[in-house]
């Protein structure tokens, strides 16, 4: 089974760090461009972050730039999101995507788009208290 399965979320106070991981499983994921996107209540799914299949190219969204870095084991077929110096408005279910058509090896603004997307994570909750 082809699936994406995220962890690392939970409950942290303003100003702390949380590393989300994204586990792919069921085929090799070395050629899929991946990102994270987030989701709050009563809002629509936003583009938080990309990285492209060799990880050489990564591309965030502006309100989590200098904060929030995407990285990539292409070995463990994981991807990982360091979330620092968090905010209130950073909480929302976080998911992991992937696009499994060949790319090229650069992401930008075209990755923002959710329907790009053909495989999706669960999601995994991440609360930042004020």
Do not use: H
């Amino acid at each position: 089974q082809v699936q994406l399965v995220e962890s690392g979320g939970g409950l942290v106070p303003a100003g702390g760090s949380l590393r989300l991981s994204c586990a792919a499983s069921g085929r090799t994921f070395r050629s899929d461009t991946m990102a994270w996107f987030r989701q709050a209540p009563g809002r629509e799914r936003e583009f938080v972050a990309g990285i492209s299949w060799s990880g050489g190219s990564t591309y965030y969204a502006n309100s989590v730039k200098g904060r929030f870095t995407i990285s990539r084991d292409g070995a463990k077929n994981t991807v990982n999101l360091q979330m620092n110096s968090l905010k209130p408005e950073d909480t929302a279910v976080y998911y992991c995507a992937a696009i499994s058509s060949s790319l090229p090896d650069r992401v930008g603004e075209w990755a923002k788009a959710p329907t790009r997307y053909d495989l999706w994570g669960q999601g995994t909750q991440v609360t930042v208290s004020s």
